[in-house]
């Protein structure tokens, strides 16, 4: 067992991608948008926890890369995920704008590094579409939707699927036969 499992119950029952099927559409309700280079991501605002800016983490040697290290959160020691280096974007330099995005997924705490948070946009099922079937080299399983709010395009993310990907190693995972 690595640093970041810990045993928890059915840890990914409520993610249809982690457990290898297509996630399902996105439905209507509130996202958190922040941005990843050019791109801009929602996920679904009953994630996040809070908002932190960015502090240099305690590095944990032989964690996958996009693993940043962990924090130490008023008592909780919080792994924290680099999102640009998890999804190939280009490298970007930490700045002002940086932050943590704190989210309480598969009963664990884990911070998202990204560029910058944008706003909560309240999105209608008008609003979002499915995402095309692109063949890529990156799994693009937790997508789960393409919202258009006027000008903007936004990536809607399952963030649980992304979190508790087996690659991540965040979750405990359990092997079981379908």
Do not use: W
Request: glycine share 8%.
């Amino acid at each position: 067992m690595d640093a970041f499992n810990t045993p928890t119950p059915a840890a990914l029952s409520s993610s249809p991608a982690a457990r290898g099927r297509a996630p399902t559409l996105a439905t209507a309700g509130e996202f958190l948008s922040f941005r990843l280079g050019a791109e801009e991501y929602g996920i679904d605002i009953l994630s996040v926890q809070e908002i932190r800016s960015y502090e240099e983490p305690t590095r944990i040697a032989n964690a996958p890369e996009c693993i940043k290290g962990v924090v130490n959160l008023r008592g909780v020691i919080v792994p924290v995920v680099d999102m640009r280096i998890k999804l190939g974007c280009a490298k970007v330099e930490y700045n002002a704008l940086t932050v943590v995005i704190v989210l309480s997924v598969h009963d664990r705490v884990v911070g998202l590094v990204v560029d910058s948070v944008s706003d909560v946009i309240r999105l209608t099922k008008e609003n979002i579409k499915a995402a095309p079937q692109i063949n890529t080299t990156l799994d693009a399983g937790f997508i789960t939707g393409i919202a258009s709010v006027g000008e903007r395009m936004l990536i809607l993310a399952d963030i649980e699927a992304l979190i508790g990907s087996a690659e991540m190693g965040l979750v405990a995972h359990t092997s079981s036969v379908q």
